[in-house]
């Protein structure tokens, strides 16, 4: 298989040239990729958040934001500034220490699992050997961090949002994770890595989402119900809970249930691209092109090629995801919670386990086509 | 020491205080909120010590479970039912208290003895690290077979009987034998029937 | 068992169904995001306000027989009339008079009853204040001239939809003197009144 670029060896190797140690070499390493994975994730939200205007001002014939900077490109910056400089109010008979810590133990853990999103073969952080699962875990601590903002707000619609949150991740959870675990069945591996690469060599038509539909739907809808996208926002349905837990936070905790909720979209997003969509395959094999056109697959210039354009499609993938995302907030009305807590468990998680059954039976029968 | 040793290190005595102080938090704390977030501390430095065990699947297991499920599903009961109980003192308390602390300390005792009979040596082999996953698995349907059985029906008992619990057909609007509250009545709502036939009425 | 299956079968159908709606939704609004906005960048660009646009009422002081009409017509009687009797002349004296804008429901009553004419709506709608009780209009504010957006050399005022020729969607870049779809009111009066004298002789 086609090892890609090293990043990570030539950076060594050239401090080395420099006369500095491996060891400390590699100890200066270490930071680089998680600086560039947190400013990426980052602007990621700038991103999002000016597509998200964008498209929805689209949707619903306005213009969106237009004045700051070109095309409003800088609104987030500007909501970001206004966020920072705003007064941090603690309300009176609020838990001043859990009040804090909550929005917290809502964003780490969503940074912390962009350690597992690969953008090519040798580009991500660490390639763990339980890597998706290692995702899985993470997204479940975030309800921990919803119940305490909500409890510690000392406010019933907070409460509210707190345990109807709580309640959400936890049930979406299930099919979430039985739908990675099909994926899993056919790559073999829990590791990202992996999963991507059983899908290459075929372009297009090498992608999971052909060998599981249905699981590329569920997964998607409980990554939007983990989320709290709109279909499933109830956890801050401004008409009955004010805006649920997040209700008694201002500036910058409040920033940070913000960034952590565009974040994790853009995180699920990169997820299902990775997931069903082939992360950082192209449409058409590069290799199978390159061999086509007689030039071998370890040539630097290729190399870096596939690289770049491998970040491209991972990106470009995700955010044709979070576009989708956006115009289905548009369509779809707000569900009840009753309506969410039986769509979970009475229809995905049936489906999702017939889906697992599936895949396993079509593994047995066809071990070809879905990884023997 | 290498740079990763001493990570290791630093790691160590920092997840032990926080497993530690947890614990000690979650018993002594007043506050039963706050002793279920510590817990979640603890059951999250534990996944750490996994981490430094080179069990990175358990890990992610201990946080997905414990953590995610368990921990939250206690939250959720102490923030549901939130009733307020008065406490009456009650006598002869302290006969209770005394046997807690017997226990504890028998409890104490007894792990303290296996302590120190274990012989605790390093052992030699190599740890699975990333192919962790495949030796569970392969453990868990050869000599574990019985007990992951076991497990799995252990907790399909504890299913069903949440969902007999909570299945309810039927909840009538008003409890046999409490007489039907007028709170919620409207007012207009005729009491009596009338007669249409004049000089019948009821009253009259 | 067939019985089932017919089941699964039916919810199965639901489902595709919900999902076709699903799909059916999401075009329409991936269809809308072809169109043009059809923003008014407002402090900037306004829109005329419509012919009997029911905006802040304008009160002529003198004109008034302070005969409480208006209070009697408005649905929460909110005109505030303040005379007292003058004994020389035999009339109401007319001291004060306001209306609260932040409970008035613009419905028009007052102005529509009123035996003098001289309440009228105007076209001015920007109410906005710090205070609630700033909104609280006595005889001299609501005796001011109302705003009109057609004078306000800083604002580019732009025709509401129905007042745009046929066809046009778009209110800017409109040649100034466009004529709107369909008949004008006086053409309809005209029309009316060109209709009328026959009827009347036919009659007579
Ligand atoms: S109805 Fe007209 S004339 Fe009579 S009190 Fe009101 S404003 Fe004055
Ligand atoms: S517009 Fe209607 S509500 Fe307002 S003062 Fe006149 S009658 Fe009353």
């Known amino acids: ?372 | ?204 | 068992m067939l019985g089932f299956l017919k089941q699964v079968g039916d919810y199965a159908k639901e489902s595709l169904q919900a999902a076709k709606y699903i799909g059916q939704g999401l075009s329409v609004t991936f269809d809308h995001m072809s169109r043009r906005p059809i923003t008014v960048q407002y402090p900037y660009e306004k829109l005329i306000p419509s012919e009997r646009f029911r905006g802040r009422i304008h009160f002529e002081f003198d004109k008034c027989i302070s005969c409480e009409v208006c209070v009697r017509v408005c649905p929460i009687n909110l005109p505030v009339v303040d005379w007292d009797f003058d004994k020389t002349t035999k009339k109401k004296n007319l001291k004060h008079y306001s209306i609260d804008f932040g409970v008035c429901i613009f419905c028009g009553n007052c102005v529509e009853y009123c035996p003098t004419n001289c309440l009228s709506m105007t076209e001015e709608y920007e109410l906005a204040s710090y205070d609630r009780h700033e909104l609280n209009y006595d005889n001299v504010a609501l005796g001011r001239l109302p705003y009109k957006v057609t004078q306000d050399p800083m604002v580019t005022p732009l025709r509401e939809l129905a007042y745009l020729p046929k066809g046009v969607m778009d209110p800017h870049d409109l040649p100034p003197n466009a004529r709107r779809a369909g008949q004008m009111p006086q053409e309809i009066l005209e029309a009316a009144q060109k209709a009328a004298p026959k009827e009347t002789k036919t009659e007579s």
């Open chain 1, 1 to 372: 298989m086609n090892q890609g670029i090293d990043l990570q060896g030539s950076f060594v190797n050239a401090l080395v040239d420099l006369g500095i140690s491996p060891g400390a070499a590699s100890a200066l390493w270490l930071p680089l990729p998680m600086v560039v994975i947190l400013i990426g994730a980052t602007v990621s939200i700038f991103v999002t958040v000016w597509l998200e205007r964008k498209i929805s001002a689209a949707a619903q014939q306005r213009i969106g934001p237009e004045f700051a900077g070109p095309l409003g490109t800088l609104q987030a910056a500007a909501d970001g500034i206004k966020l920072i400089f705003k007064e941090d109010i603690t309300p009176a008979k609020a838990d001043p220490i859990l009040f804090t810590l909550g929005p917290a133990i809502v964003v780490i853990p969503v940074f912390l699992s962009y350690l597992i999103v690969p953008f090519g073969q040798n580009l991500v952080i660490t390639d763990l050997g339980v890597g998706i699962f290692l995702w899985i875990a993470l997204s479940s601590i975030a309800p921990i961090g919803l119940l305490m903002s909500g409890y510690s707000s000392n406010n019933k619609y907070s409460l509210l949002g707190g345990l109807r949150a709580a309640a959400q991740s936890i049930s979406y959870e299930i099919p979430m994770a039985l739908a990675v675990l099909a994926v899993v069945l056919m790559s073999n591996s829990l590791s990202t890595i992996d999963i991507v690469n059983q899908q290459s060599g075929y372009g297009i038509l090498g992608w999971n989402i052909w060998r599981q539909p249905a699981g590329f739907l569920i997964f998607w809808i409980a990554a939007l119900a983990e989320c709290e996208r709109l279909p499933f926002d109830l956890p801050e349905a401004e008409e009955e809970l004010v805006a649920g837990y997040q209700t008694e936070y201002t500036g910058m905790k409040f920033g940070l249930f913000y960034v952590g909720s565009y974040v994790n979209l853009v995180l699920s997003a990169l997820i299902v691209s990775i997931l069903y969509l082939g992360g950082w395959e192209s449409p058409i094999s590069v290799s199978w092109l390159a061999s086509l056109i007689g030039v071998s697959e370890t040539t630097p210039w290729l190399q870096v090629i596939t690289a770049s354009l491998g970040i491209m499609m991972t990106l470009f993938k995700a955010y044709a995801l979070v576009f989708i995302a956006v115009l289905l907030r548009w369509t779809m009305p707000r569900i009840r919670i009753d309506q969410l807590l039986d769509f979970g468990w009475k229809f995905l998680l049936p489906v999702a386990l017939v889906n697992l059954l599936l895949t396993a039976a079509l593994k047995l029968a066809f071990p070809v086509a879905f990884g023997g």
């Open chain 2, 1 to 204: 020491m290498t740079l990763a040793e001493g990570v290791q290190l630093v790691a160590f005595g920092i997840l032990t205080a926080m497993t530690l102080g947890g614990a000690l938090g979650v018993v002594l704390l007043d506050n039963i909120v706050y002793s279920a977030f510590l817990l979640g501390g603890v059951f999250t430095s534990m996944a750490g010590l996994y981490i430094l065990l080179n069990a990175g699947f358990v890990a992610a297991a201990q946080v997905l479970v414990y953590v995610g499920a368990v921990n939250v599903l206690i939250l959720f009961g102490i923030m549901l039912v939130n009733k307020e109980q008065e406490f009456t003192p009650i006598k002869q308390a302290w006969v209770g208290k005394v046997a807690t602390g017997g226990v504890c300390v028998g409890l104490f005792a007894l792990l303290t003895a296996s302590v120190l009979n274990t012989p605790w040596a390093i052992s030699a082999e190599v740890p699975t690290g990333e192919m962790a996953t495949v030796v569970i698995g392969i453990h868990f349907f050869t000599d574990y077979l019985l007990p992951f059985e076991l497990a799995s029906v252990l907790l399909l008992i504890a299913l069903i009987g949440a969902i007999v619990l909570a299945r309810r057909e039927f909840i009538p609007d008003v409890a046999p034998g409490e007489p039907a509250s007028e709170a919620l009545q409207l007012p207009e709502r005729p009491r009596e029937l009338v007669s249409s036939v004049p000089g019948s009425e009821p009253g009259r």
